[in-house]
């Protein structure tokens, strides 16, 4: 199942006059079946608490919930999965936390960190970044539409491009071989989630 993962950010989407909770219920009723709860500054039990609600919305609609960089909050509020970068626990210590049934995400930023996660026990890819964004701060060089187009050339893994994806390019990111997409802004900070959802859904399905 690939398409449209909704990465969450509660200061965008608070800044766009929402709550995080009501975001991911309009995204999963406009159909997204990913959602990523990355919160960076955010106490341990908010973290959970938030993750406990955004796991009864997302189950409630069939769509995953994957954690951000936390096996540990993930194990806590039975999410689906952990999604970790080149700097988090290594993947390999995050599968034999929560298992092999759960998900694995791994943030991939160049065509040697592809290389370097060959045969690596782990469920999709996340593809950065791939335009500018005002989103994450310490995001390293820009791949662009050609640096997406090698890397996902060279792996059959799922692949989610992220970075600056937002109505106007996400048709060319699909073009270049992404199997999917993950936004924070084009939905937290939409004045409808729904609609936008919807939207950008629509745009990949063509
Ligand atoms: N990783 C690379 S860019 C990014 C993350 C989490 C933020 C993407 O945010 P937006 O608003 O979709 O550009
Ligand atoms: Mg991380």
Known sequence: MSGLYLVTDSEVAQAAGHTLPFVVEEACRAGVKWVQLREKALSTRTFI????????????????LIVNDRADV??????????????????QLVRSLIGPDKIIGLSINSLIELQAAAGADVDYFGIATIFPTGTKQDTSSLLGLE???QICTQTNLLTFAIGGIKASNIQDVIRAGASGVAVVSAICGHPSPYEATRELIQLISI
């Open 49 to 64: 608490a938030l993750g406990v609600k955004l796991k009864r919305i997302t189950q409630a609609h069939g769509a995953r």
């Open 74 to 91: 993930a194990l806590a509020i039975d999410a689906d999965g952990v999604h970790v970068g080149q700097d988090d626990i290594p993947y």
């Open 147 to 149: 640096g997406l187009r």
